[in-house]
């Protein structure tokens, strides 16, 4: 293994339903799908016994109903919700599908430990690019 791997939706799978990024580029760290859902198509209802997801709305209209509220998230959307709170998401758009990309994880942050390989090209361009 060469410790990295590229990729597209297209590459890992067509249709609707799951398609699985862990499997196709070899990611061990954390749980990661981009779900695809036709118009008008409603999740379903669950939660997990360990794994906090980060869903991030891609392409479409998502609604998300997580414990007791519901709302609507275009593209760009993200939501967060811890292990065990019920959550549900579907396909807001009675036209268009709906991409949703989940990343799922145990265990909590590993702290900042990033480095840059070339402190001294790049460390001055990463402090005034922000956060």
Do not use: C, W
């Given at each position: ?26 990611v061990s760290a954390f749980g990661a ?77 590993v702290e900042r430990d990033g480095q ?16």
């Amino acid at each position: 293994m060469s410790g990295y791997a590229f990729g597209s939706l297209d590459d890992i799978g067509e249709g609707y339903g799951f398609r699985k990024i862990r499997r196709a580029l070899g990611v061990s760290a954390f749980g990661a799908n981009v779900i695809v859902m036709p118009p008008g198509f409603e999740g379903f209802l669950h939660f997990h016994e360990q794994q906090d997801e980060l869903y991030f709305v891609h392409r479409g209209r998502a609604r998300f109903e997580v414990a007791d509220e519901t709302r609507e998230l275009g593209e760009g959307g993200l939501v967060h919700v811890e292990s065990t709170v019920p959550r549900r998401f579907s396909n807001a758009s009675e036209s268009d599908d709906l991409v949703v990309l989940v990343v799922g994880g145990k265990d909590g942050y590993v702290e900042r430990d990033g480095q840059l390989v070339d402190p001294e090209r790049d460390l001055e361009r990463r402090r005034s690019f922000g956060g």
